[in-house]
């Protein structure tokens, strides 16, 4: 008989630690999750203007996306877990931190920089893989965790270790507790987001998806971050968020490895499904960290539903 006490709130820690986590991912996820506390805190305090360098891709940085890049690389190191990581904003090769640790994580450490500038949420995404054999081979599926943290008026954090997704808000003391555990995403479109909506000029089979969702009097919610945009889904248990190819993204504009990946694992832990039009973002083979995929996700059958579409 233990003498603990019954916990009064359920913390992140207790949560994993309840639903039967390893000690050392659970030792990870705690130190991402500080890691995005201070994620936080840099929104709040940095200068907001740009550091004057590009990522890999060539798009220009945030002080705050480099700051909060290094914040979270220095969680990683001091975690003594991972053996290496990739960051979409230095996603050209893996990069080793302790020879023998278990994880390898992929972050995008600030998503929505071009939110930052008018102060809507923000958010920071993480896929913790196993180290053996690497990346390249595999597939989402082969996650052991995926968490993302929206920051908005509060911030909240959400995970999924395979048992479900779960979510947590900072409370005041700079504590993760639980908010709402097993998220559930019905079978209802009720809400649609539709990312790199300009590829309707040349794919006429997103413009007819388009057409549908208007013609069937959907609630248009879209902010242009994918955190907040599947977040509200994931929170609201319904709906449909899209980022298709056109030209000047063939492929969409949301990468695999550091996006799509993380939130294809959480989403379809919530009983939602994800897909590139052919299959789930799950089963996409990792060829390269930055390679970019279309993403359809959300509420199964809708899913279903816009892949056909988009294949007419
Ligand atoms: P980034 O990590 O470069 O800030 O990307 C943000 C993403 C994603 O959050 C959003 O869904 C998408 O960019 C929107 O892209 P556009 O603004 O180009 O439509
Ligand atoms: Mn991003
Ligand atoms: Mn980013």
Redesign the pocket.
């Known amino acids: 008989m233990s003498s603990c006490p019954l916990p009064s709130r359920i913390s992140l820690n207790n949560h994993l630690y309840a639903s039967g986590v390893s000690d050392e991912l659970r030792h990870l996820i705690n130190d991402i999750a500080r890691g995005g506390k201070y994620v936080q805190n840099a929104i709040r305090t940095t200068d907001l203007g740009l550091a004057g360098s590009s990522?890999t891709?060539g798009?220009d940085q945030l002080k705050l996306?480099v700051l909060s890049n290094r914040i979270i690389k220095e969680e990683l190191c001091e975690s003594r877990l991972v053996h290496s990581f990739a960051s979409?904003e230095e996603s050209d090769e893996l990069q080793e931190l302790v020879v023998n640790a278990p994880y390898t994580v992929v972050f995008?450490p600030?998503?929505?920089?071009?939110?930052v500038d008018c102060n809507l949420a923000?958010?920071s995404i993480f896929g913790i893989y196993e180290s053996k054999g690497g990346l390249i081979g595999k597939k989402p599926r082969d996650q052991v965790a995926a968490l993302y943290l929206v920051y908005g008026p509060r911030t909240i954090l959400v995970y999924s270790a395979g048992k479900g997704a779960h979510a947590f808000y900072l409370n005041e003391v700079g504590e993760f507790n639980l908010l709402q555990k097993n998220l559930m995403m019905r079978d209802e479109v009720k809400t649609y987001a539709p990312?790199?909506?300009?590829a309707v000029v040349d794919t006429p089979a997103y413009r007819k998806m388009m057409n549908l969702w208007l013609d069937e009097g959907h609630t248009l919610r879209y902010s242009?971050?994918?955190?907040p945009?599947i977040h509200h889904m994931l929170i609201k248990g319904a709906g449909i968020f899209t980022?298709i190819g056109g030209s000047k993204y063939p492929k969409g504009?949301?990468r695999l490895l550091?996006?799509c990946g993380p939130f294809a694992y959480i989403t379809e832990q919530a009983g939602g499904a994800s897909s590139d039009g052919t299959k789930s973002i799950l089963d996409i083979e990792i060829r390269d960290l930055d390679q970019r995929t279309p993403i359809i996700i959300g509420a199964k059958k809708e899913v279903k539903r816009v892949s056909e579409v988009l294949k007419s």
Not at 195 to 198: D, I, S
């Open positions: 990522n891709f798009e996306d979409e995008d600030l998503d929505g920089s071009s939110l923000i958010g990312g790199n909506l300009r242009g971050g994918m955190v945009d980022n504009k949301l550091f996006e």
